[in-house]
């Protein structure tokens, strides 16, 4: 391996580990779906129609062990493996996702969807550059080392 693009922090004393970018998850609905206050907690959560991700995707992930953590099981709405598809049924009114910010963004400026709060839960990841110690990389290899470094400056 020359280097690795990867989600959290690995622990191996072998790695350089660089932090290139942070995403938060958000719990997102249609500006026309209905949760009192905009405010998601453990009282109301399975009140609601959940549109997730499948099952070993990122995102399901993070919202899984909060459940878990909580002693609270859901049976998705609708799951699908396309994001654009989630955020279709979104705009549409038919429940909440988590999803990434990064890619809610333009939706929540647009006013088609919105964020709600979520107190209980803080779902944010990192995303790390992995270089082997002794590795050394060539100049092209640099390049994109550093381009993903500047990752946040580049994005609008």
Same mark, same amino acid.
């Given at each position: ?12 004393? @072998?790695? %350089?580990?660089? &932090?290139?970018?942070?995403?938060? =998850?958000?719990?997102?609905? #249609? +500006? ?46 609708? @799951?699908? %493996?396309?994001? &654009?598809?989630?955020?279709?049924? =979104?705009?549409?009114?038919? #429940? +909440? ?60």
């Amino acid at each position: 391996m020359d280097f690795g693009l990867v989600e959290g922090e690995p622990t191996s004393s @072998e790695l %350089i580990i660089k &932090q290139f970018s942070k995403d938060k =998850l958000v719990a997102v609905a #249609g +500006i026309e779906y209905q949760v009192e206050n905009d405010l998601l907690n453990i009282e109301n959560i399975k009140q609601h129609n959940f549109i997730l991700r499948e099952k070993g995707s990122a995102a399901r992930d993070y919202f899984d062990r909060y459940l878990d953590k909580n002693k609270l099981s859901i049976e998705p709405y609708i @799951e699908s %493996i396309n994001t &654009q598809v989630i955020i279709s049924c =979104l705009i549409s009114n038919l #429940g +909440i996702s988590i999803l990434p910010f990064s890619l809610v963004r333009e939706f929540v400026r647009r006013k088609q969807l919105k964020i709600l709060e979520f107190p209980d839960a803080t779902f944010e990841r990192t995303y790390n550059i992995i270089v082997n110690k002794n590795k050394t990389l060539t100049k092209a290899q640099l390049d994109v080392f550093n381009l993903c470094l500047n990752y946040e400056q580049l994005m609008p």
